[in-house]
């Protein structure tokens, strides 16, 4: 579970307020974390080893989709 006021408040202190693409400021919070997997350069398949956790935030007005790093947010 993704702590949504500890994400806010990161995003408040990088100046993240609206969507680029809209300007609109309804960002909205996952819940969970999402992952962004590795594809294996041999088996050109997931490499579940390799990859990121990543907080995802979209926009309420035009689905523009975001992805932070979880642990450069400090969430992991
Ligand atoms: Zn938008």
């Known amino acids: 579970m ?4 500890a994400v806010r408040t990161w995003l408040e202190a990088k100046g ?9 400021e309804d960002l909205q919070v996952s819940r969970d974390l999402y992952a962004i997997v590795c594809i294996n350069r041999t ?3 997931p490499d579940l ?3 990121s956790r990543a907080v995802r935030l979209r926009c309420g007005s035009c689905g523009h ?10 969430l992991e």
């Open 49 to 51: 080893q390799r990859g």
């Open 65 to 74: 989709i975001m992805l932070f790093h979880a642990r450069q947010m400090g």
């Open 43 to 45: 088996t050109g398949g």
């Open 16 to 24: 993240v307020k609206a969507c680029p693409p809209c300007g609109s």
């Open 2 to 5: 993704v702590d949504g006021a």
